[in-house]
């Protein structure tokens, strides 16, 4: 994973290009999410959501729930909870199982202490202010409840990155090409525990690594044109430099067999400690 600039970091943190073209529905969302049907070893994430919240009982509030794979999962799982879906489009929200919310994460409708547990699955980096965010994901949760934040590690699908800055610098007739925006840098698996340190304590991460490998450029395809909501910080024409990838990744298969990307994600539950905001810990995950 590349290091954004200032100006690729505040992009990934715009609210407008956010709500109104990155999730203004669910097509670029599950454009990324698709490429995981590769990976090796499979990881069930609803799944093992469903495991830390095996205790859980009462209200829980899935943040920037995007296209609502978590939310289904729980409703369908846990007809128990009363889980709402929130996320910052309203666009997005329309096909996910309600209740659901436009809300932001920076300023949540709800009183304090009135969650068991907050979902904050690959989203804590869209947030202007993270640890602002962090706190406020801690105020609405009771003491004794959970909070589940997952992201990526600054090492994911770094073939991915190397091929872009092939592709891009192909284009522009240049050695290496600019780097593509990365979403997880702001909030990486390895910066993720400062941040969470916050409001919590014992932070402990566990990492799920694995292995996408394709035999088409289909996916990979999908997957970074899936970013062109941020097409304008990529400094590259962003459409010629997918083509371009695409090429490169079909001559690869054809030499190799296959085209692998290593990847690495996790995702952290934390225990809101029930003598004050801090937390104790539980285990973790990746979506």
């Avoid at 304090?112 to 804590?124: G, I, N, R, Y």
Wanted: proline letters at 5%; aromatic letters at 6%.
């Amino acid at each position: 994973m590349t290091s954004n600039t200032a100006q690729q970091d505040a992009a990934v943190a715009d609210r407008t290009i956010l709500a109104n073209s990155a999730y203004a529905d669910g097509r670029h969302l599950a454009a990324r999410q698709s490429i995981y049907r590769w990976q090796q070893p499979q990881y069930d994430l609803p799944g093992i959501v469903l495991e830390e919240l095996a205790s859980t009982r009462g209200t829980v509030l899935d943040i920037g729930c995007g296209n609502g794979r978590f939310v289904s999962r729980l409703h369908k799982d846990r007809p128990d909870l009363q889980v709402v879906g929130m996320d910052i489009s309203a666009g997005i929200l329309a096909e996910v199982e309600k209740p659901v919310l436009v809300a932001d994460a920076q300023a949540l409708p709800f009183a304090d202490d009135s969650a068991d547990a907050v979902l904050a699955l690959h989203m804590l980096y869209h947030v202007g202010d993270i640890e602002a965010t962090i706190q406020e994901l801690a105020r609405v949760l009771r003491p004794g409840g959970m909070l589940i934040a997952s992201t990526n590690s600054d090492s994911d699908k770094r073939e991915l990155e190397q091929l872009w800055m092939r592709a891009a610098g192909d284009v522009l007739g240049i050695t290496d090409g600019p780097a593509r925006v990365s979403l997880s840098s702001r909030f990486s698996l390895e910066k993720a525990p400062g941040y969470l340190a916050v409001m919590f304590k014992d932070i402990r991460v566990r990492e799920l690594p694995g292995i996408i490998e394709v035999t088409d450029p289909g996916p990979v395809v999908a997957h970074l044109a899936s970013y062109e909501a941020w097409a304008e910080q990529c400094g590259v024409p962003f459409h010629e430099t997918i083509g371009r990838a695409a090429e490169i990744v079909a001559a690869v298969i054809a030499d190799e067999g296959s085209f692998k990307i290593t990847c690495l994600g996790g995702c952290s539950p934390l225990e809101r400690d029930c003598r004050s905001g801090s937390s104790t810990k539980q285990s973790l995950t990746r979506r």
